[in-house]
């Protein structure tokens, strides 16, 4: 699986959109990008994922630009129930060889 | 609909003991993994269960073995405990594909 680079930690005020870089320049043409994010003492929770086309659901948006050698994850209007631990992950989407490797994410501190 | 669920919540076992854990999978999901996560690391794949056999490894050792019932259900056993295997154990279930469903998961305390 490709490798992810995020950045330790980020903050941002309450309301306002949190913006969360990632990094996959190896990634290759079968690989999709996944989010996960892990509340504290919970498991992971699944956010978003996708190939080349930018996705938007109800929880966040996930931009992926052109040559695909980076992504954001947007949460619009973040609240304090979104500080967590965020993790960019790049895997083909399916299959047997179906494991998730995770990192060691991104902190997001969301301020009142 | 239940999510995936796993038993029990927290473990205290001594050193050199075996330790099973259960993980019962979303309604509809046929994969299972588990993953264990040290306090302030990421979690780290130990195995996947597919079909009741184990269709991919990560790097642990012959302790870590698991099983997949009939019913899509699994266990984790660790035999031979180590203070090193103290950890998270997280269950995660899927149809077949990366978006993975995680349990609670299982805290593991080896004295």
């Known amino acids: 699986d490709a490798k992810t680079t995020q950045p330790p930690s980020m903050d941002c005020a309450e309301g306002r959109a949190a913006n969360l870089p990632c990094n996959h320049s190896?990634?290759?043409?079968?690989?999709?990008v996944y989010w996960y994010r892990q509340i504290h003492s919970q498991g992971p929770q699944y956010i978003i994922h996708?190939?080349?086309n930018n996705e938007t659901n109800e929880m966040a948006s996930l931009i992926i630009t052109e040559d695909r050698k980076s992504s954001t994850l947007i949460l619009p209007h973040a609240t304090l129930r979104d500080t967590a631990v965020y993790y960019c992950?790049?895997?083909?989407?399916?299959?047997?060889?179906?494991?998730?490797?995770f990192g060691k994410g991104i902190t997001l501190s969301v301020r009142p | 609909d239940a999510g995936v669920t796993q038993s029990p919540t927290h473990l205290i076992k001594t050193r050199g003991q075996q330790v099973t854990l259960r993980c019962s999978p979303k309604?509809?999901?046929?994969?299972v993994s588990w993953y264990q996560q040290a306090l302030g690391q990421g979690p780290q794949f130990i195995f996947q269960?597919?079909?009741?056999?184990?269709?991919q490894r990560g790097n642990f050792p012959d302790r870590f073995s698991g099983h997949q019932f009939p019913n899509y259900s699994s266990e984790l056993n660790v035999n031979a405990l180590l203070l090193g295997d103290s950890a998270l154990y997280l269950c995660?279930?899927?149809?077949?594909?990366?978006?993975?469903?995680f349990g609670p998961g299982t805290r593991l305390t080896v004295l």
């Open positions: 996708g190939l080349k």
């Open positions: 992950i790049v895997s083909p989407n399916w299959g047997a060889n179906s494991k998730l490797t």
């Open positions: 190896t990634i290759s043409g079968n690989e999709y």
């Open positions: 269960y597919y079909e009741e056999e184990e269709r």
């Open positions: 995660a279930s899927s149809l077949n594909t990366r978006k993975q469903f």
């Open positions: 309604s509809g999901h046929d994969t």
